[in-house]
């Protein structure tokens, strides 16, 4: 007759080690604050006693979820998704969980902030592409957790981002290179209170006329409605019947770029004998398009957020309000080319 064996627990695999109860949660959740000797003597500990840690034993004795939460608008675009694609597997890599809140509308990004589901439930919430009104900041702050946050710089806080000024100052530098002189920036027109990249990156255009002596033309700052919604054909009609017309069209994102290329396409419009586009991403299918982009490392940005935060939790950054800026690169390719010649 056997007796059934009790399950070990992480008190049975300290008392094996010879180390705190603290020090064997550390060293299962794979923090780097344990050194490679200790570490070598839990994990032997565990396996002797078939003893696998769960979030709820690592609650109770660390006080934490285990969890790391990202607030983002919406996992429809390209860079969103990207982005979270590179989280993923570093967190699981960390022995950490993805609680992804995702807010696509005013009503869900009120309520978001009204119950502040983040509480409790995770161990810091990830930030990404996502403007706050000061109000909003405030109740971020009443989480009690650390805040990291990614495709945005945010004074005072961890973040993680590109230079969106700079990239775009390079890019219309491109197309003046090139012999534009007329060049239109298009953007989306967000109604919903969700804030992108577009004022960093048409300041940087801007800049970009400037330093060439080209006045600014309201004119050719165009908003399209919506991230995918229609209005680019009509967009595309005021751009072209303007009294000169722009010979290159700067869009937003990739995203903007593809539907912009529709719509030229449709117009009977050739690209890059007509005019030239451009745009900004590097989306998966902008090398198939062939289109001239300003490519941002989307998924080294989300990899580079958890790092982030795993120092921020672990206390081994010195630095709560660091700042990581990683790089952009200008990727010429088929849709930019000289302006036609006048006749």
Same mark, same amino acid.
Not at 35 to 42: K, L
């Given at each position: 007759?056997?007796?059934?064996?009790?399950?070990?627990?992480?008190?049975?695999?300290?008392?094996?080690?010879?180390?705190?109860?603290?020090?064997?949660?550390?060293?299962?959740?794979?923090?780097?604050?344990?050194?490679?000797?200790?570490?070598?003597?839990?994990?032997?500990?565990?396996?002797?006693?078939?003893?696998?840690?769960?979030?709820?034993?690592?609650?109770?004795?660390?006080?934490?979820?285990?969890?790391?939460?990202?607030?983002?608008?919406?996992?429809?675009?390209?860079?969103?998704?990207?982005?979270?694609?590179?989280?993923? =597997? %570093?967190? #699981?890599? $960390?022995?950490?969980? *993805?609680? &992804?809140?995702?807010?696509?509308?005013?009503? !869900? +990004? /009120?309520?978001?902030?009204?119950?502040? =589901? %983040?509480? #409790?439930? $995770?161990?810091?919430? *990830?930030? &990404?592409?996502?403007?706050?009104?000061?109000? !909003? +900041? /405030?109740?971020?702050?009443?989480?009690?957790?650390?805040?990291?946050?990614?495709?945005?710089?945010?004074?005072?806080?961890?973040?993680?981002?590109?230079?969106?000024?700079?990239?775009?100052?390079?890019?219309?530098?491109?197309?003046?290179?090139?012999?534009?002189?007329?060049?239109?920036?298009?953007?989306?027109?967000?109604?919903?209170?969700?804030?992108?990249?577009?004022?960093?990156?048409?300041?940087?255009?801007?800049?970009?006329?400037?330093?060439?002596?080209?006045?600014?033309?309201?004119?050719?700052?165009?908003?399209?409605?919506?991230?995918?919604?229609?209005?680019?054909?009509?967009?595309?009609?005021?751009?072209?019947?303007?009294?000169?017309?722009?010979?290159?069209?700067?869009?937003?994102?990739?995203?903007?770029?593809?539907?912009?290329?529709?719509?030229?396409?449709?117009?009977?419009?050739?690209?890059?004998?007509?005019?030239?586009?451009?745009?900004?991403?590097?989306?998966?299918?902008?090398?198939?398009?062939?289109?001239?982009?300003?490519?941002?490392?989307?998924?080294?940005?989300?990899?580079?957020?958890?790092?982030?935060?795993?120092?921020?939790?672990?206390?081994?950054?010195?630095?709560?309000?660091?700042?990581?800026?990683?790089?952009?690169?200008?990727?010429?390719?088929?849709?930019?080319?000289?302006?036609?010649?006048?006749?």
């Amino acid at each position: 007759m056997s007796s059934a064996r009790s399950e070990a627990t992480m008190a049975d695999v300290a008392h094996r080690a010879g180390v705190s109860v603290s020090t064997v949660s550390r060293t299962l959740r794979g923090l780097s604050t344990v050194s490679e000797t200790t570490r070598a003597r839990v994990e032997a500990a565990a396996r002797e006693l078939s003893f696998a840690i769960t979030r709820s034993a690592s609650s109770l004795v660390t006080g934490r979820t285990g969890r790391v939460a990202v607030l983002m608008p919406h996992l429809e675009s390209w860079f969103l998704s990207a982005t979270l694609s590179g989280m993923a =597997p %570093a967190l #699981r890599d $960390a022995g950490l969980e *993805l609680l &992804v809140y995702s807010v696509t509308d005013v009503q !869900e +990004r /009120a309520d978001f902030f009204d119950r502040l =589901p %983040a509480r #409790r439930n $995770a161990d810091a919430l *990830l930030v &990404v592409s996502f403007a706050l009104s000061p109000a !909003e +900041r /405030a109740r971020l702050d009443d989480l009690g957790m650390p805040l990291v946050f990614v495709s945005q710089h945010a004074p005072g806080r961890p973040s993680v981002y590109v230079d969106d000024e700079e990239a775009a100052l390079r890019g219309t530098r491109h197309l003046l290179n090139l012999g534009h002189r007329r060049i239109a920036f298009l953007q989306t027109a967000d109604e919903t209170g969700f804030a992108w990249s577009s004022k960093n990156r048409l300041a940087g255009h801007l800049r970009a006329l400037t330093e060439a002596g080209i006045e600014h033309d309201d004119d050719l700052i165009m908003s399209v409605p919506g991230w995918k919604g229609s209005g680019m054909a009509a967009a595309v009609g005021r751009l072209l019947s303007l009294q000169t017309p722009p010979t290159a069209l700067f869009t937003e994102t990739d995203d903007l770029a593809f539907r912009l290329l529709a719509a030229l396409r449709e117009a009977n419009i050739p690209v890059p004998g007509r005019v030239s586009v451009m745009g900004f991403d590097d989306h998966v299918m902008s090398a198939l398009m062939g289109l001239t982009t300003l490519a941002q490392p989307a998924a080294e940005l989300g990899r580079t957020a958890v790092r982030l935060t795993r120092s921020v939790l672990d206390d081994t950054d010195g630095d709560p309000q660091r700042h990581i800026i990683l790089p952009t690169e200008l990727v010429p390719r088929r849709t930019t080319a000289p302006p036609p010649v006048e006749r």
